[in-house]
């Protein structure tokens, strides 16, 4: 079947295209597209372009340049065909039409990138990431999607799956010849090989949820007692006032939401209420919404003000975030300090001196939020797992290996512990999309827009 798609946003633009793909892509674009030189595409090389006019009824619709893919050098591996044609919305859903009245079908969410990697252009983390690299919002994003592209998680999982077969085929020996004597030092070497493989998987498990705070945000909580700087410091890093900052305490009733870039970093930010008791309704309301807030926080600003003595609220912020990812941030740096210094450092392993008003305060806070986070342990060159599916599939190998580890620990029968190892081989094939059913691609690319 052969499909077509508009490949550029729907939206008035410099230059829209028209995608085709498939055994009659030429053939369909020769009817559409009459080149200048008369010469048809049917005669054209690959990665060779012409130039002329999209026909409609025998009259030109719009001018237009073709560009030659043939099989198996284009991005589904198929014959391609794009068309550039002028970038408004009416044109191009025009020279859409006329390509689905010549015989072309519309393509399905992902369905280009899916025929490439039912092709074997690219496996499928290697797909996955396309929509991590089209949606990445922030540097960092970028350049673990790219990573991925380069295929630096599939390397790691299959080093992992050669280990594995290595070992099942030792055990697949002792399995044939029981009779022959085990030689104690090896079983000890393949629990180290099994040991190391687990561990590798388990880092790469963990990676899935850094790599989450850096492509969706890390959700940020500013928590504090009245007038200490909140408000200060959530204008700081926005970039602009967004919310109300004023003198009297007790006025930020509201959780304003804010994204906001700082560096590597993409800050989701909630400013809320300050955490006290208090008779005014309106405000309890925000105080209940801000504990509900901080129990969720991935990164908690717990906000002081270091030219008061700490208060009863203040330690009962501390009481309330000890043990969360939390940055205590001492501001007023400018006024001369009153606060317990000794007490907050032992309250909080990380502690900021700053002032709010001082735009060069956000260098430091950056690089406290890498600690907090531990982004020092993440390599994101390194190959993560970066979507919810290949974390499911690394799970059901890291199931499997515990088994396999217990059962080669406790002596059991070395059948039940190849069946362990095999599932295991199994779910790593089904991670890299080299054994995957029909069912779970198709999951994979619905997530894909129209077009790619
Ligand atoms: P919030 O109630 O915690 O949101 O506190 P605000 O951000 O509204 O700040 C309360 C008051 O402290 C305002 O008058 C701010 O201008 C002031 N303030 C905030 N940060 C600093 C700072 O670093 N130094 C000084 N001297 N004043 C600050």
Redesign the pocket.
Known sequence: MTIAAIATPLAVGGISIIRISGERAIEIADRVFQAQSGIPLAQKAGYTAAFGQIMQDGKSLDTSVATVFRAPKSYTGEDVVELSCHGGVMITREVLRVVLEQGAVLAEPGEFTKRAFLNGKLNLTQAEAVVDLIQAGNRQAMNAARAQMGNALYQKIERIRMDLLAIAGHLGAWVDYPEEEIPEVDQGRLLDSLRQSMRELSRLIRSFDTGKLVREGIETVIA????????????LLAGCRRSI???I?G??RDVVEETVSLGEWTLRLA?TA?IRDTADQVEQAGVELARARLEQAQLILA?FDS?QPLSEEDRELIRTVSGKPVIAVV?????PAQIEWEELEQAFPSLLV?????EESLSGLEEKIGQVIQSEKLDLSAGMIATERQRSCAETVMENLREAAEGLEAGITLDAVTVSIDSAIHALLELTGGNVTEEVVNQVFSHFCVGK
């Open positions: 504090g007692k009245p007038n200490v700087g909140k408000s200060t410091l959530m204008n900052v004023t003198d305490a006025t930020t400013d300050g906000v030219s501001n007023k740096s400018d006024l700053i002032s709010a008003r001082q």
